[in-house]
């Protein structure tokens, strides 16, 4: 089951090609603005804020939200700190908020992508090599080992999909590289105007 294990460690890049992605990818974006800022925890408030800033998610409703960031603290991108307020009766321990911080590995991702320059479907394409590769499943054990391992990975399985094309097998990565759904460049572009790293 080691490569079960290794895709379990992992499951921070899902946020990159699940159905969602457009309001992930956004929460996430946040998330990484904010964490520079060293605003290293927001409420679900301040984080509907943000987005509906954008007229992309005008009409966003806080259900929706909730949705989403209890997806991506199960895919472990975020994670819940309780609200230190003190609770006086039940009903407030009951309702009690929590506060939303990324994860280390999930900063790892996101730097990869801003500060590295690596494309979406690069990421994907890497490491799905490396959770199907012989050597590399045991030796990716997290999201800091795989971005610096990242470009041995992409020439590596750049590499497997040319000698599988030379042997006339489809490339399994084409699904991640036409994407063009909307425009991420200008959503990124509007949310850092609007609002102005974590594992070393």
Do not use: C
């Not at 994860?103 to 990421?123: F, N, Q, W």
């Not at 084409?174 to 063009?180: A, C, D, I, K």
């Amino acid at each position: 089951m080691l490569q079960a294990d290794l895709l379990e460690k992992l499951t921070e890049t899902k946020y990159l090609s699940e159905t969602n992605y457009v309001s992930y990818r956004a929460i996430m974006r946040l998330f990484y603005l904010e964490h520079q800022k060293m605003h290293y925890q927001l409420d679900k408030d301040t984080v509907l804020q943000l987005l509906r800033d954008h007229p992309m998610f005008a009409e966003y409703t806080a259900a929706q939200l909730t949705v989403d960031l209890d997806q991506l603290t199960a895919w472990k991108n975020l994670t819940t700190v309780q609200d230190p307020h003190r609770h006086y009766t039940i009903a407030d321990f009951k309702n009690r908020r929590f506060q939303y911080m990324m994860s280390p590995a999930a900063v790892e991702i996101e730097r990869m992508k801003r500060l590295d320059g690596r494309a979406e479907a690069d990421i994907i394409e890497a490491l799905t090599f490396a959770t199907t590769d012989g050597f590399w499943k045991s030796n990716i054990r997290s999201t800091k080992k795989f971005r610096e391992k990242f470009e041995t990975l992409i020439v590596q399985s750049r590499a497997k999909q040319a000698r599988n094309a030379r042997q006339g097998h489809g490339n399994p990565f084409n699904q991640f590289q036409n994407r063009q759904d909307y425009d991420i460049a200008e959503l990124e572009r509007s949310l850092v105007e609007n609002i102005g790293k974590g594992e070393a």
